[in-house]
């Protein structure tokens, strides 16, 4: 079918006219001078509109890459400080235990040491008690022997006893003051 067509449609053109007498041609060129005059406007409005876009798409990468960077020198520079935080908070916290623990002993030292100081107090206190108990018993003795004495003085002893007993008392008195 198709060696068919192709002879007659030889067959016919050997018979009419050259093909650049045919309107079509001329409507066929017409249109590719008309495409190919459109076509360099068209062609460089587009070129121009998609390299505006390429470029506006280049700053706002370059733009993020900015934001990209700057964003990790804030990220590394947090990091940074949060290391540095975090160092200071334990330098902080183990001075503090090491100030409590030296507040502690020293608490405790001055706790003991009011400790004894009560207790070399009491001491003391009752050590003046004991004195004090002591001598007035010996005074509540030496009275009770001195009124017992003279009580029997009085009763027993007569006159040449009584002069014997003052002599002797005279006599032992230089001894028993010395």
Excluded: Y
Aim: proline residues 2%.
């Amino acid at each position: 079918m198709f060696p068919a067509f192709a002879a007659e449609a030889s067959g016919a053109a050997a018979q009419s006219e050259p093909f650049w007498h045919a309107p079509t041609f001329w409507v066929a060129i017409s249109f590719v001078i008309l495409v190919g005059l459109l076509a360099k406007p068209a062609w460089a409005s587009i070129t121009s509109t998609l390299d505006e876009k390429i470029q506006g798409i280049q700053k706002k990468i370059e733009e993020a890459t900015e934001l990209r960077e700057e964003a990790q020198n804030l990220l590394a520079g947090c990091k940074r400080k949060l290391t540095e935080a975090e160092k200071e908070g334990e330098e902080i916290i183990a001075t503090a235990r090491e100030e409590a623990q030296k507040l502690r002993k020293r608490m405790t030292a001055d706790l003991e040491a009011s400790l004894k100081r009560r207790e070399k107090l009491a001491l003391d206190r009752i050590a003046q008690a004991e004195s004090d108990a002591t001598t007035e018993v010996r005074r509540s003795a030496a009275d009770i022997a001195l009124e017992a004495t003279r009580t029997i003085l009085v009763e027993e002893v007569k006159d040449a006893k009584a002069a014997s007993l003052i002599d002797d008392a005279i006599r032992n008195l230089s001894d028993k003051l010395n």
